[in-house]
Structures are given as structure tokens and as C-alpha cells.
């Protein structure tokens, strides 16, 4: 497969939060994986895409995340070339826009306000019943760990959402905390590679019964959040609650896969090959 020719674009430091040496890993392996395949994968930083001088290469897969970047993924796109994951996916994980996605789309998902960070916004809480809650940047994806915090009662996220607002964050979501155990998971469209832990207690096995229950209604929840944000490769969390309800908290466009990297990254490399393949094929 020598006439494969693909451009892997690394995450740029600043949108990989104590995952920097993780999210280059993935992307690493699954470009070896393509190589191994007979593909020729050329890497480049995301700062190298972003100032417009890399990646003129046919199929493009990339773990972009700044405004430059998506912009131009979303023009290869536009001029007929394969990019995995879409840069329009990657916008769709904007934390307003995926709120308002989700919201739309059936999926189980905590009660979730979009506010301005200017605006009061414990009168409102209250009033819904919110108390305990997280408070998320909305404008863009998260580049520090206080992009996403956690208020105990309204009065404490009007603190946070004043906090947002003196950062020069302009939008927030605040999204019901829901009790319960906390799932990660990752994913490939169009591939059977799925794998999901408690990360809370990453040592400790579910019986055969509970993860054979959680697994098929995880792989639901977490196939149909991908289909409807466009994304090929991704991950996300889930809160498992007491009376067995799975809730989606959050979805992110390809994650550091790190408790499955090798395995993850020979199902990346298999599913690039199978999508390239198939558009190539005549259109009968």
C-alpha cells in the first residue's frame, strides 16, 4: 500500500493538559501500525499545520485542536480530501456546541445550562433545583485542569462562573453532578474495538452479569454521541448511577487511549485503511 500517503498531525501542548507525552504516544503508534501496512505516514506538529506549511499529503489524521487548524482541516475536507476526525467533528466537541448536540439527540445527558460567564447564575440554579454541579468552559476546548470545576452549591459555581469570566472565558456550561461510578471509554466508528473501566478502581473486574449489561448499552450511548458529533475516533465518560442508569458526561475527540494504546492503535490504523479502500471504489 505504497500509494497510501498520509499526514499525521500532532496535538498542540496547550490543548493536552498533563497529557502531552500521551496524546503524542497514540497518535505515534497508530502511525507506525500504517506503516507497518505499507503506508507512508509523514508526521508533523500542529504548529507546523497550523502556520500553513505541512501536510499537503491526500489523507490527513490528526489530533488538532486549535482555531487554525480546525479551519483548515474543514477546507481539506471541503477540497475533497479524507481527514479522520472530521475537523467539523472536532468543532462539534466545543463544549457549547456538543451540549447542545447531545441535548438534541436522546442520549442520556445531566441537566445543562449554557450561560454567559458575566450573568448571575445562582438564583437560576437554585430555582432548577441544581446544587452540585460542574462548571465547563464552553467557548473552546479545554486547555487547563480549571477548565473544568466543581461547585458545591449555586453560590460556589457563581464563583467559578466570575473566575471564567476574569480568565477571559465568555461562555460556560453548567451541568448537573450525577452520583455514581465514573466509566471511560473509547471507540472507532465502523470497528468492533470498543473498551470502557472504572477508572476509580481500574484494578477491579465487574462481574460477567454488570459488564455484560453495561457494555452493550454503553457501546449505544457512546456510538450514537460519535455518530451524531461526526467523529471516527473518540472517547468520553459515563456516570454509572446506583439504580444501574448509564448518563453521558462527556465525549472527546480522539483521547490518549492510554490504558489500551496498542490495541487501540492497530484498530485506528485498520479502520484508516478500510476508509480510505472504500472511497475509493467506483460508485456503481
Given at each position: 500500500?505504497?500509494?497510501?500517503?498520509?499526514a499525521?498531525?500532532?496535538?498542540?501542548?496547550?490543548y493536552?493538559p498533563?497529557?502531552?507525552?500521551?496524546?503524542?504516544?497514540?497518535l505515534?503508534?497508530?502511525?507506525?501500525?500504517?506503516?507497518k501496512?505499507?503506508?507512508?505516514?509523514?508526521?508533523?506538529?500542529?504548529?507546523?499545520?497550523?502556520?500553513?506549511?505541512?501536510?499537503?499529503?491526500?489523507t490527513?489524521?490528526?489530533?488538532?485542536?486549535?482555531?487554525?487548524?480546525?479551519?483548515?482541516?474543514?477546507?481539506?475536507?471541503d477540497?475533497?480530501?479524507?481527514v479522520?476526525?472530521?475537523?467539523y467533528?472536532?468543532?462539534?466537541?466545543?463544549?457549547?456546541?456538543m451540549?447542545?448536540?447531545?441535548?438534541?439527540?436522546?442520549?442520556?445527558?445531566?441537566?445543562?445550562?449554557?450561560?454567559n460567564?458575566?450573568?448571575?447564575?445562582?438564583?437560576?440554579?437554585?430555582?432548577?433545583?441544581?446544587?452540585?454541579?460542574?462548571?465547563?468552559?464552553?467557548?473552546?476546548?479545554?486547555?487547563h485542569?480549571?477548565?473544568?470545576?466543581?461547585?458545591?452549591?449555586?453560590?460556589?459555581?457563581q464563583?467559578?462562573?466570575?473566575?471564567?469570566f476574569?480568565?477571559?472565558?465568555?461562555?460556560?456550561?453548567?451541568?448537573?453532578?450525577?452520583?455514581?461510578?465514573l466509566?471511560?471509554?473509547?471507540?472507532?466508528?465502523?470497528?468492533?474495538?470498543?473498551?470502557?473501566?472504572f477508572?476509580?478502581?481500574?484494578?477491579?473486574?465487574?462481574?460477567?452479569?454488570?459488564?455484560?449489561?453495561?457494555?452493550?448499552?454503553?457501546?449505544?450511548?457512546?456510538s450514537?454521541?460519535?455518530t451524531?458529533?461526526g467523529?471516527n475516533?473518540?472517547?468520553?465518560?459515563?456516570?454509572?448511577?446506583?439504580?444501574?442508569?448509564l448518563t453521558?458526561?462527556?465525549?472527546?475527540?480522539?483521547p490518549?487511549?492510554?490504558p489500551?494504546?496498542?490495541?487501540?492503535?492497530?484498530?485506528?490504523?485498520?479502520?484508516?485503511?478500510?476508509?480510505?479502500?472504500?472511497?475509493?471504489?467506483?460508485?456503481s
Amino acid at each position: 500500500m505504497a500509494d497510501i500517503t498520509i499526514a499525521a498531525i500532532l496535538r498542540a501542548g496547550a490543548y493536552s493538559p498533563n497529557h502531552i507525552g500521551n496524546d503524542a504516544a497514540i497518535l505515534n503508534m497508530a502511525a507506525d501500525q500504517l506503516r507497518k501496512r505499507g503506508c507512508v505516514v509523514n508526521i508533523y506538529s500542529e504548529e507546523q499545520f497550523a502556520a500553513g506549511g505541512a501536510a499537503d499529503e491526500p489523507t490527513i489524521i490528526n489530533m488538532c485542536r486549535e482555531p487554525r487548524s480546525i479551519e483548515l482541516l474543514q477546507q481539506a475536507e471541503d477540497d475533497g480530501r479524507l481527514v479522520i476526525n472530521s475537523g467539523y467533528a472536532i468543532e462539534n466537541c466545543i463544549r457549547e456546541r456538543m451540549t447542545r448536540i447531545i441535548v438534541g439527540s436522546n442520549i442520556p445527558f445531566p441537566d445543562s445550562k449554557v450561560v454567559n460567564t458575566n450573568m448571575v447564575v445562582k438564583d437560576a440554579l437554585a430555582s432548577a433545583g441544581i446544587s452540585r454541579c460542574w462548571i465547563k468552559r464552553a467557548d473552546f476546548h479545554a486547555q487547563h485542569k480549571e477548565d473544568v470545576s466543581y461547585a458545591r452549591n449555586p453560590e460556589e459555581a457563581q464563583e467559578l462562573v466570575q473566575e471564567y469570566f476574569l480568565r477571559g472565558i465568555s461562555r460556560a456550561v453548567i451541568q448537573r453532578h450525577i452520583d455514581g461510578e465514573l466509566i471511560q471509554f473509547y471507540g472507532i466508528t465502523d470497528s468492533p474495538f470498543f473498551f470502557w473501566f472504572f477508572p476509580m478502581h481500574a484494578a477491579q473486574k465487574p462481574s460477567a452479569e454488570l459488564g455484560e449489561s453495561i457494555d452493550s448499552r454503553l457501546r449505544g450511548i457512546a456510538s450514537t454521541a460519535a455518530t451524531e458529533l461526526g467523529l471516527n475516533i473518540y472517547g468520553g465518560e459515563c456516570i454509572l448511577s446506583a439504580d444501574g442508569t448509564l448518563t453521558l458526561i462527556d465525549v472527546n475527540d480522539w483521547p490518549s487511549f492510554a490504558p489500551c494504546r496498542p490495541e487501540a492503535a492497530t484498530a485506528i490504523a485498520k479502520s484508516v485503511i478500510a476508509t480510505i479502500k472504500t472511497r475509493r471504489q467506483p460508485i456503481s
